[in-house]
């Protein structure tokens, strides 16, 4: 197995992209997922470096990155040590991020032609990041497959009037990351970003616009994203295959630090579904 950490490419918003990329090295063309991370996330949090080695262990090439404004910073990409770069991200910069990954994937001269194959390149996005999933899979068609977990299913209605209005006065809401216990800034131009992109950030519009297989997985005591945004996604795509876990949290159990050696049993469930689905495996229940 070969992986290959804190790759640096350029983003286009003066912030680079870490990235790291994996495969098994034997001359076959790997099929190749790419994985978005969430809000207040991160490439290397929890399980997602053992999320790696699962999909290379079973045929795939696994790229993973940090959002260039993720609030994370080449020389300390875990955790948040750059809050400005937090406070200044949108959803057009993590759009153009994932586009900018998928342009490294077809022209980087890292991985050999012949060790994947770039004809099957399928997103995986968590949270926010499968909002983001969904919009770059309608926008992007060199994504052949998406899958998102807990995935959120509205990007643009998530403050209400009068928040919208304060932070407009303000300049800046804070949100709290329990685990750092850091204050962490958004600034306004988050809110104008979207506002000036409602249709462009439309999840219910991209969803209904997906011509390529969409899996969605949820959990029912998801604490951050109900379970019923999964259910809309669904609703919105005709052609979307829907698997609910019980019981299963937002992180389906994983949490970070990770040091285990095995997988949260909810989160083996997701990475099993999920890769029944990208090898086309007939049955997901």
Do not use: C
């Amino acid at each position: 197995m070969l992986i290959v950490r804190n790759i640096v490419i350029e983003g286009k918003h003066q912030k680079p992209i870490l990235l790291d990329f994996g495969y098994q090295p034997n001359g076959m063309p790997h099929p190749i997922v790419v994985f978005a991370h969430g809000f207040k996330g991160f490439k290397d949090w929890g399980h997602f470096n053992k999320v790696m080695e699962y999909f290379i262990e079973n045929g795939f090439a696994f790229v993973k990155f940090n959002f260039s404004h993720n609030g994370g910073t080449v020389e300390q990409p875990i955790d948040f040590p750059d809050l400005e770069a937090f406070g200044n991200n949108n959803y057009s910069k993590e759009l153009d991020d994932l586009s900018t990954v998928i342009d490294w994937i077809e022209n980087n001269n890292l991985i050999a032609d012949k060790e994947i194959n770039k004809q099957q390149i399928y997103l995986i996005g968590h949270s926010r990041g499968g909002g983001i999933s969904i919009l770059a899979a309608h926008e992007d068609n060199r994504i052949k497959k998406v899958v998102t977990w807990a995935a959120v299913a509205d990007l643009i209605n998530r403050y209400s009037e009068e928040q919208i209005s304060y932070w407009k006065k303000a300049g800046v809401i804070y949100v709290e990351n329990s685990r750092t216990n850091q204050q962490m800034p958004l600034y306004y131009q988050l809110a104008e970003n979207t506002l000036n992109n409602k249709v462009r950030f439309n999840v219910e519009l991209a969803a209904k616009n997906l011509t390529i297989p969409h899996l969605i997985i949820h959990g029912t005591k998801d604490e951050a994203v109900p379970v019923n945004e999964a259910s809309k996604i669904n609703q919105w795509n005709s052609t979307s295959q829907l698997f609910i876990i019980e019981g299963a949290g937002h992180t389906f159990g994983a949490s970070h630090p990770f040091s285990s050696t095995t997988f949260p049993p909810y989160a083996q469930i997701v990475l099993d579904k999920t890769l029944d689905f990208l090898k086309n495996k007939s049955s997901l229940y």
